[in-house]
């Protein structure tokens, strides 16, 4: 008998997603765990996998959003019969004209040049990159596993690498304004922003002498050139263990209750192409800064090249987010619920400071902590950001 392909729960609270393309064709063979189709739930877009093998003998919905646990394919051997399937509820009307519009841009998009299987290998991301910029994918190399064309292949493509097009896209004519429709995750930004602005929170900002960051950074890539540990691996370590000392902090506010939480899972801002995404990093205080750095690297490039899991988004209690990178000096970070807390670090410069009762230039950074004051009050508040900086100053405190 067909197995029937149906739609994941890719994440609590889930209750529907929209499918964006098929990785494979009906008729074409599949193996267990081989991409199958790109989902696009309100936190992330990704491949969903085959859980059995045979052929992709017919597929239900083509596109467009589905609610969870409809059959949306059948997969078994060659020539098998499959059911009728009965169509999902619609959604609403103006869900259908963003899918219409979708549908439209896909079939504007130039089919690539077969390989091996019959399809480009491509991620999910530099697929969508090269499709809004008009970069014909056929034309480009990839530099990834397999040979798997990334989104930065894309992008050098465009700026007139080697492998760019031969006809440039279209340019906007000027004075006419683009419209970008709003893909789930922006609309779900734009709703969890809209919530974070109804909370009443208050700001607390101190600095911090990074002498001896920057030294033990130094040092630690000097030790392991493999694993780079970076100043934000710091930070979420220092801020987990204290988290682990200020539980006030690391807090969650409910109707009838105050949550506290029992381990540091903190999560990093990261400004990925397809809107911001915060990965979690779990149980902090537990990891050395070696295992934190892979942790880091590991889910800002997924989540770079939108490869992110669903369970990779759950479970933050506390955010950090650093624009240091960016020469800002100080910014004021919104809060992401229902987390208690967020700190915005900005960059680290050369500041004339008191120092040994005198002045001198030390690197200090800004740190400016955004808490929710229904949870939060502003004494535990201001102590979680006194041990903050004092394990940047002397790390050897938290670590």
Same mark, same amino acid.
């Given at each position: 008998?067909?197995t029937?392909?149906i739609?994941?729960? @890719?994440?609590?609270?889930?209750?529907?997603?929209?499918?964006?393309?098929?990785l494979?064709?009906?008729g %074409?063979a599949?193996?267990?765990?081989?991409?199958?189709? %790109?989902?696009?739930?309100?936190?992330?877009?990704?491949?969903?996998?085959?859980?059995?093998?045979?052929?992709?003998?017919?597929?239900?919905?083509?596109?467009?959003?589905?609610?969870?646990g409809?059959?949306?394919?059948?997969?078994?051997?060659?020539?098998?019969?499959?059911?009728?399937?009965?169509?999902?509820?619609?959604?609403?009307?103006?869900?259908?004209?963003?899918?219409?519009?979708?549908?439209?841009?896909?079939?504007?998009?130039?089919?690539?040049?077969a390989?091996?299987?019959?399809? $480009?290998? =491509?991620?999910?991301?530099?697929? #969508?990159?090269?499709r809004?910029r008009g970069v014909e @994918?056929?034309? $480009?190399?990839?530099?990834?596993?397999d040979?798997?064309?990334?989104?930065?292949?894309?992008?050098?493509?465009?700026?007139?690498?080697?492998?760019a097009?031969?006809?440039?896209?279209?340019?906007?004519?000027?004075?006419?304004?683009?419209?970008i429709?709003?893909?789930?995750?922006?609309?779900? $930004?734009?709703?969890?922003?809209?919530?974070?602005?109804?909370?009443?929170?208050?700001?607390?900002?101190?600095?911090?002498d990074?002498? #001896? *960051?920057?030294?033990? *950074?130094? #040092?630690?890539?000097?030790?392991?050139?493999?694993?780079?540990?970076?100043?934000?691996?710091?930070?979420?370590?220092?801020c987990?263990?204290?988290?682990?000392?200020?539980?006030?902090?690391?807090?969650?506010?409910?109707?009838d209750?105050?949550?506290?939480?029992?381990?540091?899972?903190?999560?990093?801002?990261?400004?990925?192409?397809?809107?911001?995404?915060?990965?979690?990093i779990?149980?902090?205080e537990?990891?050395?800064?070696t295992?934190?750095?892979a942790a880091?690297?590991?889910?800002?490039?997924?989540?770079?090249?939108?490869?992110?899991?669903?369970?990779?988004l759950?479970?933050?209690? /506390?955010?950090?987010?650093?624009?240091?990178?960016?020469a800002?000096?100080? /910014?004021?970070?919104v809060l992401?619920?229902?987390q =208690?807390?967020?700190?915005?670090?900005?960059?680290t410069?050369d500041?004339?400071?008191?120092?040994?009762?005198?002045? =001198?230039?030390?690197?200090?950074?800004?740190l400016?902590?955004? /808490?929710?004051?229904? =949870?939060?009050?502003?004494?535990?508040?201001?102590?979680?950001?006194?041990?903050?900086?004092e394990? @940047?100053?002397?790390?050897?405190?938290? @670590?």
């Amino acid at each position: 008998m067909a197995t029937e392909v149906i739609l994941p729960r @890719l994440g609590q609270g889930m209750e529907s997603g929209t499918i964006v393309r098929w990785l494979k064709s009906e008729g %074409e063979a599949v193996e267990k765990g081989e991409p199958l189709f %790109e989902l696009d739930t309100d936190k992330v877009t990704q491949e969903v996998e085959a859980e059995a093998a045979g052929v992709l003998l017919r597929i239900a919905v083509a596109e467009g959003e589905v609610p969870v646990g409809q059959t949306v394919a059948f997969i078994g051997e060659q020539g098998e019969d499959v059911p009728d399937v009965a169509p999902a509820s619609p959604p609403p009307q103006e869900e259908v004209k963003a899918t219409e519009r979708e549908t439209m841009a896909a079939e504007q998009e130039v089919a690539p040049v077969a390989s091996g299987n019959g399809r $480009i290998k =491509a991620s999910p991301l530099a697929r #969508r990159i090269a499709r809004e910029r008009g970069v014909e @994918l056929s034309r $480009i190399h990839g530099t990834g596993p397999d040979g798997r064309i990334v989104a930065e292949d894309v992008e050098r493509a465009e700026v007139g690498g080697p492998t760019a097009p031969a006809v440039p896209a279209a340019a906007v004519p000027a004075g006419e304004v683009e419209r970008i429709p709003l893909s789930n995750v922006r609309k779900t $930004i734009a709703r969890r922003l809209t919530e974070a602005w109804q909370i009443p929170v208050f700001q607390l900002q101190a600095s911090a002498d990074m002498t #001896r *960051v920057n030294a033990l *950074v130094a #040092r630690l890539r000097e030790r392991d050139p493999d694993v780079r540990v970076t100043v934000t691996d710091v930070l979420t370590k220092v801020c987990a263990q204290a988290l682990m000392r200020h539980r006030e902090v690391n807090a969650e506010f409910t109707e009838d209750a105050i949550l506290l939480h029992p381990s540091a899972n903190v999560g990093l801002a990261v400004a990925a192409p397809q809107g911001l995404v915060v990965p979690v990093i779990r149980g902090a205080e537990r990891l050395s800064l070696t295992e934190i750095a892979a942790a880091r690297a590991d889910l800002v490039g997924r989540a770079r090249e939108n490869k992110l899991r669903a369970e990779d988004l759950d479970g933050g209690t /506390f955010t950090i987010s650093n624009l240091g990178m960016y020469a800002v000096e100080r /910014f004021t970070a919104v809060l992401n619920p229902p987390q =208690a807390a967020i700190v915005a670090v900005g960059a680290t410069e050369d500041r004339v400071v008191p120092y040994a009762g005198a002045t =001198a230039v030390r690197p200090m950074v800004t740190l400016t902590g955004t /808490f929710d004051h229904r =949870a939060v009050d502003g004494a535990p508040a201001a102590a979680f950001l006194q041990t903050l900086k004092e394990s @940047l100053e002397d790390p050897g405190l938290a @670590l």
